[in-house]
Nanobody, 129 residues
Framework: QVQLVESGGGLVQPGGSLRLSCAAS????????IGWFRQAPGKEREGVSCISVSDGSTYYEDSGKGRFTISRDNAKNTVYLQMNSLKPEDTAVYYCAAGPNRPKLRGSSWLYEPDYDYWGQGTQVTVSS
């Protein structure tokens, strides 16, 4: 059974950090691109960052540049999103997704939801004092 499971979300104060994990089961991530998306209350889901697991190439949307770092551990079949200097506007449900296609820049965006075949259930991140 193909499954992606996110973990690591929670409540953090502004300026704090969290590391999200995306663990895959039922398939190997080696041949996939893993993307992180987020959806804030009342807003559309947006891309944050993605990584080509085979070669480690990383891509960031404006929402993830500078404060977020995506990485992978092939041995653990897991991708991480390290989030630093968190702001209240980072509050959202964070999803990871897996897709077979190498990221392509469309306009100013690297992440395009239809490129992703498998999705996790999401993990809540709340940034609040």
């Amino acid at each position: 059974q193909v499954q992606l499971v996110e973990s690591g979300g929670g409540l953090v104060q502004p300026g704090g950090s969290l590391r999200l994990s995306c663990a895959a089961s039922g398939f190997t991530l080696d041949y996939y691109v893993i993307g992180w998306f987020r959806q804030a209350p009342g807003k559309e889901r947006e891309g944050v960052s993605c990584i080509s697991v085979s070669d480690g190439s990383t891509y960031y949307e404006d929402s993830g540049k500078g404060r977020f770092t995506i990485s992978r551990d092939n041995a653990k079949n897991t991708v991480y999103l390290q989030m630093n200097s968190l702001k209240p506007e980072d509050t959202a449900v964070y999803y990871c997704a897996a897709g077979p296609n190498r990221p392509k820049l469309r306009g100013s965006s690297w992440l395009y939801e239809p490129d992703y075949d498998y999705w996790g259930q999401g993990t809540q991140v709340t940034v609040s004092s």
